[in-house]
């Protein structure tokens, strides 16, 4: 089994959630792989697809952007995924984002556009099998309306917690659930 980590908007395979995924899967002898993204949403999703292609078993898992990519690619390679605090209206939500966006990494910033808002909307799909689905929600979300993500996926398996933030405090709380569901 490659659980793919993919990060949100801004962020990098090197974020908080990231680490944590990362020594949680490699003490467990799990291959685990967290690639830092092109911001630009085409590059991104070539990048995981040739990753997809070239890894045995591949499983999903995705933070706000990032989860908006999984549920787009766990649909078109028919893969498991979880997905937390996801993006469901990219195209929407990042339109604030115009003219440019920080990079979380180095706390540089790089030029968001209506180019990239574009590319987003040809991702945005409604899920076929939500049963590949795992959705990690937070009410605190301060970032997306979590309401969204229950309307377009209400048969997926659902994790919704009072409180929190778009984050999603105390991930470690549910390693094993994420571990057991991608299985």
């Known amino acids: 089994m490659t659980i ?5 908007f801004g962020s990098s395979g090197f974020g908080s959630k990231a680490k944590i995924f990362r020594e949680y899967f490699e003490k467990l ?3 685990f792989i967290a690639p830092t993204l092109s911001y630009i949403p085409d590059l ?3 990048t995981l697809e040739d990753i997809i292609k070239n890894c045995d078993n591949v499983k999903l898992i995705g933070s706000s952007l990032g989860g908006f990519y999984s549920k787009y690619l ?5 893969l498991k995924a979880v997905l937390i605090n ?5 195209d929407v939500t990042l339109q604030r984002a115009i ?11 790089f030029e968001w556009n209506e180019n990239y808002l574009a590319m987003l909307k040809k991702y945005k ?8 689905y795992l959705l990690m929600l937070q009410k605190g979300d301060e970032t997306l309306d979590y309401k969204e993500a229950l309307n377009l996926l209400p048969n997926a398996k659902i994790i919704l917690e ?3 933030t778009h984050s999603f405090e105390g991930i470690e709380r549910h390693l094993e659930n994420i571990k057991d569901f991608l299985k």
């Open 162 to 164: 009072d409180g929190g």
């Open 74 to 78: 766990a649909d078109k390679y028919n």
């Open 125 to 132: 799909i409604t899920p076929k099998n939500q049963d590949r």
């Open 29 to 31: 002898g799990i291959k």
């Open 4 to 8: 793919l980590y993919i990060h949100g």
């Open 86 to 90: 996801p993006a469901i209206n990219p």
């Open 44 to 46: 991104a999703i070539l």
């Open 99 to 109: 003219p440019k966006a920080l990079n979380y990494y180095d706390l540089s910033y």
